[in-house]
């Protein structure tokens, strides 16, 4: 019993450890905004007036993206960084700034949810200059315990084929940094240049035997029904007019 325990403590050790050692990575606070649906004129000129004031620059910089379809369809997604969590102890905590979150933009808010940590995995991420649209399919994955080094495997061959083949959307790849037990685990983001992209012929899969030999995407899909529990799709679109730091479009 206590060597278990020894074990457990020393792992969760070994985790929290590695954070410090990256010295040079991205990372961004999320978290979805519910407003209230009778007052969203007011949750709007609000938010956009907090975001330009307070998130406008360098790691604070705020992104809100509206969810189109999955679970928080409807809902704001609020986006901060890129950041680090050393950026985290001097993040925007002015008086002035506590009090118009909590006085002019929270009483247009009905929920606050999935206060996450997400980490850019940059050696499985591909993002080719001038990818970014500011719309996007943010697919979430909940992987089966200790099975993550496997998945990590799959995405390395998938953005082989991207690289290889020298698509023009982004694949970017984003690892939680505290599990909630939401079955949040991994989320990939694919950039999308517009709607007209969902009707054009589906070649992935003839493009990933091309670089990976026939046959093997079924091998592919024997490893992810092993190491996936489940996954949903987010479409969302950037809206600039709320965010900090950009221009109205």
């Given at each position: 019993?206590?060597?278990?325990?020894?074990?457990?403590?020393?792992?969760i050790a070994f985790v929290f450890t590695s954070f410090g050692q990256e010295e040079d990575y991205k990372m961004w606070e999320l978290?979805?905004?519910?407003?209230?649906?009778?007052?969203?004129?007011?949750?709007?000129?609000?938010?956009?007036?907090?975001?330009?004031?307070?998130?406008?620059?360098?790691?604070?910089?705020?992104?809100?993206?509206?969810?189109?379809?999955?679970?928080?369809?409807?809902?704001?997604?609020?986006?901060?960084?890129?950041?680090?969590?050393?950026?985290?102890?001097?993040?925007?905590?002015?008086?002035?700034?506590?009090?118009?979150?909590?006085?002019?933009?929270?009483?247009?808010?009905?929920?606050?949810?999935?206060?996450?940590?997400?980490?850019?995995?940059?050696?499985?991420?591909?993002?080719?200059?001038?990818?970014?649209?500011?719309?996007?399919?943010?697919?979430?994955?909940?992987?089966?315990?200790?099975?993550?080094?496997?998945?990590?495997?799959?995405?390395?061959?998938?953005?082989?084929?991207?690289?290889?083949?020298?698509?023009?959307?982004?694949?970017?790849?984003?690892?939680?940094?505290?599990?909630?037990?939401?079955?949040?685990?991994?989320?990939?983001?694919?950039?999308?240049?517009?709607?007209?992209?969902?009707?054009?012929?589906?070649?992935?899969?003839?493009?990933?035997?091309?670089?990976?030999?026939?046959?093997?995407?079924?091998?592919?899909?024997?490893?992810?029904?092993?190491?996936?529990?489940?996954?949903?799709?987010?479409?969302?679109?950037?809206?600039?007019?709320?965010?900090?730091?950009?221009?109205?479009?």
């Amino acid at each position: 019993m206590k060597k278990s325990l020894i074990l457990i403590v020393t792992l969760i050790a070994f985790v929290f450890t590695s954070f410090g050692q990256e010295e040079d990575y991205k990372m961004w606070e999320l978290m979805y905004v519910k407003p209230k649906y009778d007052k969203l004129k007011e949750f709007g000129e609000a938010m956009a007036h907090h975001n330009k004031t307070y998130h406008n620059e360098g790691p604070y910089k705020v992104d809100m993206w509206m969810a189109l379809t999955g679970p928080h369809t409807g809902e704001w997604v609020w986006a901060m960084g890129p950041c680090k969590f050393s950026d985290l102890d001097n993040r925007p905590e002015s008086k002035e700034h506590l009090e118009d979150w909590r006085d002019n933009v929270m009483p247009y808010i009905d929920e606050i949810s999935e206060g996450e940590y997400w980490k850019l995995d940059e050696k499985v991420s591909y993002m080719p200059e001038g990818s970014f649209s500011g719309k996007e399919v943010w697919a979430v994955y909940d992987i089966k315990p200790f099975e993550g080094y496997r998945f990590t495997v799959l995405l390395e061959k998938v953005v082989e084929v991207y690289k290889e083949k020298s698509y023009p959307n982004y694949f970017t790849v984003f690892r939680t940094q505290f599990h909630s037990g939401s079955g949040r685990d991994i989320a990939i983001g694919f950039g999308f240049k517009n709607w007209a992209f969902f009707d054009e012929e589906d070649k992935f899969w003839k493009d990933y035997e091309d670089v990976h030999g026939e046959g093997s995407k079924w091998k592919f899909f024997e490893e992810y029904r092993e190491i996936v529990v489940s996954t949903f799709d987010e479409v969302s679109e950037l809206v600039p007019e709320l965010s900090g730091g950009r221009d109205e479009e």
